[in-house]
T-cell receptor
Framework: ELKVEQNPLFLSMQEGKNYTIYCNYS?????LYWYRQDPGKSLESLFV?????AVKQEGRLMASLDTKARLSTLHITAAVHDLSATYFC???????????FGEGTQLTVNP | GAVVSQHPSWVICKSGTSVKIECRSL??????MFWYRQFPKQSLMLMAT?????????EQGVEKDKFLINHASLTLSTLTVTSAHPEDSSFYIC??????????FGNGTRLTVT
């Protein structure tokens, strides 16, 4: 059974600081997704990582994938308050779009 | 970009009644649709996978007779919560895929059973 673990689950940081969220998964996969969820809302797609060594950046967020280590990271650079949300990673084990989600990381960026 | 529409956005129903939630892919044909449930402060849990014209595949622990899924066309899947109870109150989210291409999520439906 595929397990997806995120670390940390809660993150409170100051504006301007950098931090990394980690996503570990237990079986072989080369398809990993990162999503953002605001309170009461559905998921917003951030990144799709489809191969080992993939790195994608959008604004202050950068995601990477190491399939050999079964690890993905979401790096936040110079955080701003607008980044406050819950971030989920999700792994597609079968390449059939059937996703297993991590627990989520609740990020709070304080002014 | 691809849009998935989910309706209603929220619904309140009485215990024992049934509720139907629709998930439509507006500008593409989805080979597969997925239904997730999310309780407050928790992650998304996959409930079932549905393919057009065939029976849905339910995840372990999900009652197929309680959560009826119909995928009548390549653009519409419905989830019916039958004989709803307060413990069924949750946020239900659908997603749609084209083959193995990245998923598109609906806006979710918040169900409250009183």
């Amino acid at each position: 059974e595929l397990k997806v673990e995120q670390n940390p689950l809660f993150l409170s940081m100051q504006e301007g600081k950098n931090y990394t969220i980690y996503c570990n998964y237990s079986t072989t996969s080369d398809r990993l997704y990162w999503y953002r969820q605001d309170p009461g809302k559905s998921l917003e797609s951030l990144f799709v990582l489809l191969s080992n060594g993939a790195v994608k950046q959008e604004g202050r967020l950068m995601a990477s994938l190491d399939t050999k280590a079964r690890l993905s990271t979401l790096h936040i650079t110079a955080a701003v308050h607008d980044l406050s949300a819950t971030y989920f990673c999700a792994v597609d084990e079968t390449s059939g779009s059937r996703l297993t989600f991590g627990e989520g990381t609740q990020l709070t960026v304080n002014p | 970009g691809a849009v998935v529409s989910q309706h209603p956005s929220w619904v309140i129903c009485k215990s024992g009644t049934s509720v139907k939630i629709e998930c439509r892919s507006l500008d593409f044909q989805a080979t597969t649709m997925f239904w997730y449930r999310q309780f407050p402060k928790q992650s998304l849990m996959l409930m079932a996978t549905s393919n057009e014209g065939s029976k849905a595949t339910y995840e372990q622990g999900v009652e197929k007779d309680k959560f009826l899924i119909n995928h009548a066309s390549l653009t519409l899947s419905t989830l019916t919560v039958t004989s709803a109870h307060p413990e069924d109150s949750s946020f239900y989210i659908c997603s749609a895929a084209i083959g193995s291409s990245p998923l598109h999520f609906g806006n979710g439906t918040r169900l409250t059973v009183t």
